[in-house]
């Protein structure tokens, strides 16, 4: 359906283009009479810079239904540069966000008129959206850079007042919509007063020699406290650029430096973009507005982000919000399950990333949280992510830089590590001599680690034994192999301890969750009530791998009864 909407709003740019082409030319024919064409629905509306005695208009476009439903308030768009972006937000908004006002902000209309007919009617843009001064002098005093706090205190106090007294909006569903000189002024106000808006959307911000200031603004507004929600920017952003422009490391460093906040009310989404700096704006329009009206669907709440509960046959865990056609792996849940961490490759991330969903105030939203290292997972007490060999512990601001295990698993290759409440480890070794694959522990005895131990046949037995989850009280291992007596490529495998502490006979979870294709990096979430675990439902080149989950009772089913 998104791809629909997607080629319709593409699809209607080229027939409109076409049509003009087509009326053009047997106008000129006809050498009949033209005129100006309006845009339906759009509103345009006086407005006064009241602090600096400025003149501009507002385009206002409100949704279908306004006048009939009296009782709906509307999410707002405000953006920069309404004549050039009026037709492009206006078609994406008709197909992919129908109920949300509009509302454009122009460039000054009563400015010098020399200066307008040299430079052109956007010469205001240069002022207004740049927060720095110019250090050439003839160049500052002709464009006055550098005023990007009055156009926001504008903004801010006259021209979103008088949209929410005028018009039923929504004050808690306010975006941002700005490109090129827009994005920047947009990175302005998301560092310097974020509360503005919930969300921004930064196309090609131009930030080339702005990073150093932003970054400025950002220890102004101080770091991110789990324990202070006043110390959070509060925002979902979105920011693309082109794959062909010229600056983009600036951009890069702008996202690392959120990301660094480790800001939980923070989701940070990047977008690469076909074209250069001009010809990626057009798609940025209508991927941006894809990804807000994602945002504005019904709020996730509740257990499992509001999933329902599965049978005893497996299904997709969250189709469309976590599983989408790309990889998603090693999904799994904190202790307290208001988090659900997992790893994606594709579309918005194109290198392996570890993603979160987070329940605040039973509100569950994504964001990034770092590049993917090892199959992470975390450890019973919920203060220790596992990174395959290295690990991070979750501290008062967020998380801790990423640190090693220690001597003994630093020369051995590991996917996946999990722990069990006393402290033992449990973990796989990627390309073993034999090609076969080991599964390992190693004990904490008397407060040492000990040396790395394989197990016993019953559980390193068959082919490519990976991804191994031990349960927090040692009962039981979960890992995935290839058997002759399996289902097709690797299944997963539970083996129980028994009351002598050897393990038993390798048992297949079954027909409900094995099948013929690739089954993988089992978790059990710490309710104990559901098993996670991964399926490649793609090619053989595993370009599209889901998450799937079952009611955990089949885990009861297969234990040897006494």
Same mark, same amino acid.
């Given at each position: 359906?998104?791809?629909?909407?997607?080629?319709?709003?593409?699809?209607?740019?080229?027939?409109?283009?076409?049509?003009?082409?087509?009326?053009?030319?047997?106008?000129?024919?006809?050498?009949?009479?033209?005129?100006?064409?309006?845009?339906?629905?759009?509103?345009?509306? $006086?407005?006064?810079?009241?602090?600096?005695?400025?003149?501009?208009?507002?385009?206002? =476009?409100?949704?279908?239904?306004?006048?009939?439903?009296?009782?709906?308030?509307?999410?707002?768009?405000?953006?920069?540069?309404?004549?050039?972006?009026?037709?492009?937000?206006?078609?994406?908004?008709?197909?992919?966000?129908?109920?949300?006002?509009?509302?454009?902000?122009?460039?000054?209309?009563?400015?010098?008129?020399?200066? =307008?007919?040299?430079?052109?009617?956007?010469?205001?843009?240069?002022?207004?959206?740049?927060?720095?001064?110019?250090?050439?002098?003839?160049?500052?005093?002709?464009?006055?850079?550098?005023?990007?706090?009055?156009?926001?205190?504008?903004?801010?106090?006259?021209?979103?007042?008088?949209?929410?007294?005028?018009?039923?909006?929504?004050?808690?569903?306010?975006?941002?919509?700005?490109?090129?000189?827009?994005?920047?002024?947009?990175?302005?106000?998301?560092?310097?007063?974020?509360?503005?808006?919930?969300?921004?959307?930064?196309?090609?911000?131009?930030?080339?020699?702005?990073?150093?200031?932003?970054?400025?603004?950002?220890?102004?507004?101080?770091?991110?406290?789990?324990?202070?929600?006043?110390?959070?920017?509060?925002?979902?952003?979105?920011?693309?650029?082109?794959?062909?422009?010229?600056?983009?490391? $600036?951009?890069?460093?702008?996202?690392?430096?959120?990301?660094?906040?480790?800001?939980?009310?923070?989701?940070?989404?990047?977008?690469?973009?076909?074209?250069?700096?001009?010809?990626?704006?057009?798609?940025?329009?209508?991927?941006?507005?894809?990804?807000?009206?994602?945002?504005?669907?019904?709020?996730?709440?509740?257990?499992?982000?509001?999933? =329902? $509960?599965?049978?005893?046959?497996?299904?997709?865990?969250?189709?469309?919000?976590?599983?989408?056609?790309?990889?998603?792996?090693?999904?799994?849940?904190?202790?307290?399950?208001?988090?659900?961490?997992?790893?994606?490759?594709?579309?918005?991330?194109?290198?392996?990333?570890?993603?979160?969903?987070?329940?605040?105030?039973?509100?569950?939203?994504?964001?990034?949280?770092?590049?993917?290292?090892?199959?992470?997972?975390?450890?019973?007490?919920?203060?220790?992510?596992?990174?395959?060999?290295?690990?991070?512990?979750?501290?008062?601001?967020?998380?801790?830089?990423?640190?090693?295990?220690?001597?003994?698993?630093?020369?051995?290759?590991?996917?996946?590590?999990?722990?069990?409440?006393?402290?033992?480890?449990?973990?796989?070794?990627?390309?073993?001599?034999?090609?076969?694959?080991?599964?390992?522990?190693?004990?904490?005895?008397?407060?040492?680690?000990?040396?790395?131990?394989?197990?016993?046949?019953?559980?390193?037995?068959?082919?490519?034994?990976?991804?191994?989850?031990?349960? $927090?009280?040692?009962?039981?291992?979960?890992?995935?192999?290839?058997?002759?007596?399996?289902?097709?490529?690797?299944?997963?495998?539970?083996?129980?301890?028994?009351?002598?502490?050897?393990?038993?006979?390798?048992?297949?979870?079954?027909?409900?969750?094995?099948?013929?294709?690739?089954?993988?990096?089992?978790?059990?979430?710490?309710?104990?009530?559901?098993?996670?675990?991964?399926?490649?439902?793609?090619?053989?080149?595993?370009?599209?791998?889901?998450?799937?989950?079952?009611?955990?009772?089949?885990?009861?089913?297969?234990?040897?009864?006494?």
């Amino acid at each position: 359906m998104r791809k629909f909407k997607l080629f319709l709003v593409l699809a209607t740019v080229a027939f409109h283009t076409l049509f003009a082409q087509e009326n053009h030319i047997k106008d000129d024919a006809k050498a009949a009479k033209t005129s100006n064409f309006e845009l339906p629905k759009i509103q345009v509306v $006086p407005i006064m810079d009241t602090n600096g005695n400025k003149q501009y208009e507002l385009y206002i =476009k409100l949704p279908e239904g306004y006048s009939e439903n009296k009782d709906t308030r509307y999410p707002v768009i405000y953006y920069t540069d309404a004549m050039w972006h009026v037709e492009m937000l206006s078609g994406s908004t008709e197909y992919m966000l129908e109920d949300v006002i509009l509302v454009g902000i122009s460039w000054q209309k009563d400015i010098n008129g020399d200066l =307008k007919k040299e430079v052109g009617e956007h010469v205001s843009r240069f002022r207004d959206y740049s927060f720095r001064k110019s250090n050439k002098p003839e160049i500052q005093a002709k464009y006055q850079f550098g005023q990007a706090s009055n156009h926001l205190a504008f903004i801010r106090n006259d021209v979103i007042t008088y949209v929410d007294n005028t018009y039923r909006t929504d004050p808690n569903s306010r975006t941002y919509f700005g490109y090129s000189m827009g994005g920047e002024f947009g990175a302005y106000i998301l560092l310097s007063q974020p509360d503005t808006f919930n969300n921004y959307i930064l196309g090609s911000p131009s930030i080339k020699n702005e990073v150093e200031y932003l970054s400025e603004l950002n220890t102004k507004f101080g770091p991110y406290e789990a324990s202070n929600r006043n110390s959070s920017l509060n925002a979902n952003v979105f920011i693309s650029y082109g794959s062909l422009e010229e600056e983009m490391e $600036p951009i890069d460093e702008f996202i690392k430096l959120l990301n660094d906040r480790r800001d939980d009310g923070l989701t940070v989404l990047k977008e690469v973009i076909d074209g250069n700096h001009g010809t990626a704006f057009p798609m940025t329009a209508v991927r941006s507005i894809s990804w807000l009206a994602q945002l504005n669907k019904p709020v996730l709440g509740g257990l499992y982000l509001g999933q =329902k $509960p599965p049978g005893f046959t497996a299904i997709p865990f969250a189709p469309g919000i976590v599983n989408t056609e790309h990889r998603e792996l090693s999904g799994f849940f904190s202790p307290d399950l208001k988090e659900f961490y997992f790893n994606r490759n594709g579309g918005s991330y194109e290198k392996h990333a570890l993603v979160v969903f987070k329940n605040i105030e039973n509100r569950w939203s994504e964001s990034y949280v770092m590049p993917r290292i090892g199959r992470p997972v975390f450890a019973p007490d919920g203060r220790t992510m596992h990174l395959g060999k290295k690990y991070m512990v979750r501290t008062e601001t967020g998380w801790s830089k990423v640190k090693s295990l220690g001597s003994y698993f630093e020369d051995i290759r590991i996917m996946r590590l999990t722990s069990s409440s006393k402290g033992t480890f449990v973990f796989d070794e990627v390309g073993s001599e034999d090609g076969d694959g080991v599964i390992r522990y190693s004990r904490l005895i008397n407060g040492k680690r000990e040396v790395p131990k394989p197990f016993s046949k019953e559980i390193n037995t068959g082919k490519y034994n990976a991804h191994p989850f031990i349960a $927090p009280d040692e009962s039981y291992i979960i890992w995935d192999g290839e058997r002759e007596s399996g289902y097709g490529d690797s299944d997963l495998y539970i083996s129980f301890q028994q009351k002598d502490g050897s393990w038993g006979e390798a048992i297949n979870l079954g027909s409900n969750i094995n099948t013929e294709a690739w089954e993988s990096t089992a978790f059990v979430t710490p309710d104990g009530k559901y098993l996670f675990f991964n399926r490649n439902v793609g090619s053989s080149d595993y370009e599209n791998v889901d998450i799937f989950w079952v009611d955990a009772k089949v885990i009861e089913d297969l234990r040897p009864k006494p």
